[in-house]
């Protein structure tokens, strides 16, 4: 189980980068947000 949580959680840190840096991008989004 803890080989498959070493899998997913890299992942998963990836997807949410991405998606951040898919917020960041879009100007009209960043008052929205306010974890960025």
């Known amino acids: 189980m803890s080989a498959l949580w070493l899998l997913v ?3 998963a840190g990836l997807l949410w980068h991405v998606v951040a840096e898919a917020i960041s991008s879009l100007p009209d989004c960043n ?3 306010g974890f960025y």
């Open 9 to 11: 959680l890299p992942v």
């Open 31 to 33: 008052d929205d947000f």
